[in-house]
């Protein structure tokens, strides 16, 4: 069972640069969140979609953006990059509705995609 | 504002030498406390939930616990390959769906 994959692993950008990350859930989750690692911190929420709309937005300005797809798949789009975007990403999928019990919320984490902005 | 605040940053053992990390929160009303690893340049690996006062979880060497206040992850006779930077994050339940993180415990765990 393949869990929760990102692309690319790793990505070089200069400032001012347009990246998309792309996120395929675990099998059988329907719900995708996006978060901002920094060195030496804590992962921060940026969004979460879930039946192709964003549900839920952080404290990230508009120059993130993201989109689910159909097949449950989500992209995290960056626009006009700063070095401060210079961080891992990191994609987590839960069941959402498709699970049962109390289990519908825990997330579960790609192996993150590493964006450094020069 | 919800908030969790994780202690020790950094703790160093020898090996089989226990210990716990400690995650304090505050939060308007708890619907979960989610215990993670993280490797160096990985993503988080899930350990555990905990939703309620008083319960507790048990994983090999890690035990997890949880009070209105504050949880911890106990670690007995810990190995080198439990090194790693453990991660407690909230979801409250004030219709909210993120995750709220703390900045980690880093453990080395030495031979």
């Known amino acids: 069972d393949a869990g929760v994959t990102q692309s690319p692993t790793h990505l070089i950008k200069t400032r001012g640069q347009q990246v998309t990350l792309r996120c395929s859930p675990k099998?059988?989750?329907?719900?995708v969140s996006w978060y901002q690692q920094a060195l030496g911190q804590g992962p921060q929420f940026i969004f979460q979609y879930y039946e192709e709309e964003e549900r839920q937005r952080g404290n990230f300005p508009d120059r993130f953006s993201g989109h689910q797809f159909p097949n449950y798949s989500s992209e995290l789009n960056v626009n006009a990059l700063l070095l401060g975007d210079s961080a891992l990403y990191l994609c987590?999928?839960?069941?959402?509705?498709?699970?049962?019990?109390?289990?519908?919320?825990?997330?579960?984490f790609g192996p993150g995609t590493r964006l450094t902005v020069l | 504002e919800d908030q969790v605040t994780q202690s020790p940053e950094a703790l160093r053992l020898q090996e089989g030498e226990s210990s716990s990390l400690n995650c304090s929160y505050t939060v308007s009303g708890l619907r979960g406390l989610f215990w993670y690893r993280q490797d160096p340049g990985k993503g988080p690996e899930f350990l555990f939930t905990?939703?309620?006062a008083g319960e507790e979880k048990e994983k090999e060497r890690l035990k997890a616990t949880l009070t209105k206040k504050e949880s911890f992850l106990h670690i007995t006779a810990p190995k080198p390959e439990d090194s790693a930077t453990y991660l407690c994050?909230?979801?409250?339940?004030?219709?909210?769906?993120?995750?709220?993180f703390g900045t980690g415990t880093r453990l080395k765990v030495l031979a």
């Open positions: 994050a909230v979801q409250a339940t004030s219709g909210t769906y993120k995750y709220i």
């Open positions: 099998s059988g989750h329907d719900t």
């Open positions: 905990l939703y309620s």
């Open positions: 987590a999928s839960s069941p959402g509705r498709l699970a049962g019990g109390t289990s519908y919320n825990e997330q579960f």
